[in-house]
């Protein structure tokens, strides 16, 4: 079984930074690609960053030069470095990872509980 936990969440005025966090435990073999999504109130899910194994990103235009995605793979944990935030960035933020669960390659797709981040004055 494997799991994802999200930190880093909470209330910040609009222009400031917060930094998200989501670590990975459990029976993994590897991970392939993770990702950052958002959900705002009576909206639809969507992919605010992506990364892969290989460390190639890609970006929401909506967040293109505010945020910034990593990973570290030695910790099994991803990161969103979230600057310039406005209010529209206010939303649950999800963690979602394609994890390799054996050695033939048979994996699962995780998600994250989701962090609530606000921000607004």
């Known amino acids: 079984q494997v799991q994802l936990v999200e930190s880093g969440g909470g209330l910040v005025q609009p222009g400031g930074s917060l930094r998200l966090s989501c670590a990975a435990s459990g029976s993994i073999f590897s991970i392939n690609a993770m990702g950052w999504y958002r959900q705002a109130p009576g909206k639809r899910r969507e992919l605010v960053a992506a990364i892969t194994s290989g460390d190639s990103t890609n970006y929401a235009d909506s967040v293109k030069g505010r945020f910034t995605i990593s990973r570290d793979n030695a910790k099994n944990t991803l990161y969103l470095q979230m600057n310039s935030l406005k209010p529209e960035d206010t939303a649950v933020y999800y963690c979602?990872?394609?994890?390799?669960?054996?050695?033939?390659?048979?994996?699962?797709?995780?998600w994250g509980q989701g962090t609530l981040v606000t921000v607004s004055s």
């Open positions: 979602n990872a394609v994890v390799v669960v054996t050695v033939e390659g048979g994996y699962l797709e995780v």
